[in-house]
């Protein structure tokens, strides 16, 4: 099946440093990958569409200026948590668009942890 | 009222018992329902998808949408503790967008020995 590699699988970084979370598609090309946040027994809440090479469509409430968001390929998106906080801490999931199987696949999150 | 609800449980049930799993929803227009299984710490993935009313059936998985109630269901028969994890419904956006997803907030289960 379809693989989505989402490195790294998790991180401690110290607060007000920068963080940025990798989302391959390895075997498909996909236009658009989401990105997704998910606190400790929480649900997935969708933060981020990723369209290849044009500006992300951001959620209500979700800061564009502080999770920017980079798809300059159509295997690769990366989301760079900037001038993180604890409250930042998360479990943060991308899923990429497989037009030719019409389904989305997950990545396996990174846990980012901020101290 | 949000958009999927689902009761987070957690259910437990012994090895081989038939689980039933429930989520409702707010909004008619929605068409295109999924399943997803999560075990700790990793991403989703997909057991089922369900497009219209009725019954679909995978294995010992069986996905049932109503839409004039707004209650879509999935059943695991003879269950296994390998099946224990989180299992999220969800809704997607339709058309192109099959990755744009609201999920439930998960129900844990645990099948033990």
């Known amino acids: 099946g379809a693989v989505v590699s989402q490195h790294p699988s998790w991180v401690i970084c110290k607060s007000g440093t920068s963080v940025k979370i990798e989302c391959r598609s390895l075997d498909f090309q996909a236009t658009t990958m989401f990105w997704y946040r998910q606190f400790p027994k929480q649900s997935l809440m969708l933060m981020a569409t990723s369209n290849e090479g044009s500006k992300a469509t951001y959620e209500q409430g979700v800061e564009k200026d502080k999770f920017l968001i980079n798809h300059a390929s159509l295997t690769l998106s990366t989301l760079t948590v900037t001038s993180a906080h604890p409250e930042d801490s998360s479990f943060y999931i991308c899923s990429a668009n497989d037009r030719v199987r019409a389904e989305a696949f997950f990545g396996q999150g990174t846990r980012l942890t901020v101290v | ?113």
């Open chain 2, 1 to 113: 009222q949000k958009e999927v609800e689902q009761d987070p449980g957690p259910l437990s049930v012994p090895e081989g018992a038939i689980v039933s799993l429930n989520c409702t929803y707010s909004n008619s227009a929605f068409q295109y329902f999924m399943w997803y299984r999560q075990y700790s710490r990793k991403g989703p993935e997909l057991l089922m998808y369900t497009y219209s009313s009725g019954n679909k059936e995978d294995g010992r998985f069986t996905a049932q949408v109503d839409k004039s109630s707004k209650y879509i269901s999935l059943f695991i028969r003879d269950s296994q503790p390998s099946d224990s994890a989180t299992y999220l419904c969800a809704r997607n956006a339709g058309g192109t967008s099959y990755g744009k997803l609201t999920f439930g907030q998960g129900t844990i289960l645990t099948v033990h020995p």
